[in-house]
């Protein structure tokens, strides 16, 4: 699998970590991210929406909502591993003990819940989608991106985030896996100035970030080629 493409902007929250010097440090020497350093404060979300998200929903909303007010987009594409995980855990527990399940837990619990979202807050009925695909939701993501792009989309936003895992599911997880509520966005257009391949060798072992925060850290350092692993693949990228 081939594919190319430009990318013209980004933007990332994750917790200690918000405006651009924070991530530049952060990418010459990557450290652990503490998930008890505070997120920084929401300036594109409506009070009244943000107080109907769960954390890594509210910091994806909020970075699209960010993109689309710098750029004329024409589709977007969130991406998350583990989607509403928080608000559906709500709803087992609810369940199980025989409680009431909350209204807006049951209607915000799907996975394109917050590019649902996203449109509605923006007022702008563009064409969006959400997908998941384990440890390389973010890299299939691209191939989506890349698709779009193909079929004529001038201009993609691409989101991918996560939210805070329920402490409940920590004895199950893999020992490295995130528990910390991140999101990273992306815009992208058509272009020569990334390159991707692939090849089959992924460990499928459990990275310390996730997909998208390695390929922001390589970026961000301005390496002009690297690779990230996957499950089964292999993802090698070079820049021009």
Not at 18 to 34: E, G, M, R
Not at 221 to 236: A, H, P, R, T
Request: charged share 15%; hydrophobic share 40%; net charge negative.
């Amino acid at each position: 699998m081939k594919f190319t493409f430009n990318m013209i902007d980004w933007l990332a929250r994750a917790p200690g970590l918000s405006d651009t010097s924070q991530w530049l440090a952060w990418s010459k020497q990557p450290y652990a991210i503490d998930p008890q350093a505070p997120l920084a404060k929401l300036t594109e979300l409506p009070m009244m929406m943000a107080r109907r998200l769960n954390t890594g929903s509210k910091l994806a909303v909020e970075c699209g909502l960010a993109c689309l007010r710098r750029h004329s987009i024409d589709a977007v594409l969130y991406t998350s591993r583990h989607g509403e995980l928080e608000r559906n855990y709500r709803i087992l527990h609810a369940l199980a003990t025989e409680q009431m399940v909350s209204p807006t837990d049951f209607a915000m619990s799907v996975h394109n819940s917050a590019v649902g979202n996203l449109t509605i807050t923006s007022k702008q009925p563009i064409v969006s989608s959400s997908l998941s695909a384990g440890l390389d939701t973010f890299q299939q993501g691209l191939c989506e991106v890349a698709c779009l792009l193909q079929s004529g989309y001038q201009r993609v936003l691409m989101v991918d985030f996560d939210g805070f895992l329920p402490e409940f599911y920590h004895p199950m997880l893999p020992k490295n896996m995130p528990v910390w509520p991140y999101a990273v966005a992306f815009v992208f257009e058509v272009g020569n100035g990334f390159a991707c391949s692939s090849q089959r060798g992924g460990d499928g072992d459990e990275p310390v970030f996730p997909q998208s925060l390695q390929f922001l850290q390589h970026y961000l350092s301005d390496q002009q080629q690297f690779m990230i692993s996957g499950e089964k693949l292999q993802w090698f990228w070079s820049r021009s």
